[in-house]
Structure formats: C-alpha cells, structure tokens
C-alpha cells in the first residue's frame, strides 16, 4: 500500500526540512511507483508528482528550493488501479474547487457510484479509482 505524511504547521514555525525529507523518502517502501507533494502558495495548490520514488524526487529543483510551506502533503505510490506512466493517476490529487486529497488503499465502488450520482469522477485521462473521493468534498 501508498504512503502518506504531511504536517500544519501553527503560526509561523515550521519543522525543520531535513526531518520533512527523511520522512518523505523513509515511506517510499511502501511505494515507489510514484511520488508527490502538495502545498498552497498564493492561495493555489502547488501540485508536484512524477513516476518516480520520492528518493528521486527529493533531488529535483521543486524539492531542493521549496521553503516549507504552512502545510504540505505527500504520497508515494504503490500503484493498484491506473498507470504510473500516466501521471494523471499520481497522487497528489486536486481539483479546480481548491481540494486536494492523498489516500492510502483501494477505492472499490466507484464505478457505482459513478452510476447513483450520475457524475463522471475520472477526468479523461485518469484510470485511477481515487479521484471519487473529490466528489465527496
């Protein structure tokens, strides 16, 4: 299964970003499919991922010059349902409304859900069973 983490942070203390990347890149055994972080920055989500481990990830320039935020997600991917290679279907997930999710297992049900609620959860170019549960916010 994924992992996840993430941290807010009160007032303006933040932890220190060191312990943040040990964190980050000590999940990566429970999926290195993919990687991701998400954080806002300017009243926008600021959405990094690729289909890479997070130990990978960490050495890119979105890593390297982040200053933590006041809140930060992140998720490594065991991959379940969708490809990897599509990055679409990597965690961090976010939608136009402002709401962005990780989670940890598979959603089962969705497609009916899809039916009950008449509503299309996947855009086109996701296969991945975790973005109904945006539709639930």
């Not at 999940?27 to 481990?53: L, N, T």
């Not at 990830?57 to 969708?82: D, M, Q, S």
Request: hydrophobic share 35%.
């Amino acid at each position: 299964m994924c992992g996840i983490g993430g941290y807010y942070a009160f007032g303006k203390t933040r932890p220190y970003k060191e312990a943040i990347t040990k964190v980050f890149t000590s999940i990566c055994s429970r999926g290195k499919d993919a990687s991701g972080f998400a954080y806002v920055h300017g009243g926008e989500i600021v959405c990094v991922k690729a289909p890479i481990p997070s130990t990978e990830l960490i050495l890119r320039k979105e890593w390297k010059e982040l200053e933590l935020p006041k809140c930060l997600i992140f998720h490594t991917r065991a991959g379940t349902v969708g490809s990897n290679q599509n990055n679409a279907n990597n965690h961090p997930l976010s939608d136009p409304s402002g709401v962005c999710i990780v989670h940890n297992g598979s959603i089962r049900g969705y497609e009916e859900m899809e039916k009950i609620w008449d509503y299309q959860f996947r855009k086109e170019d996701q296969e991945v069973d975790s973005v109904g549960l945006l539709a639930a916010f």
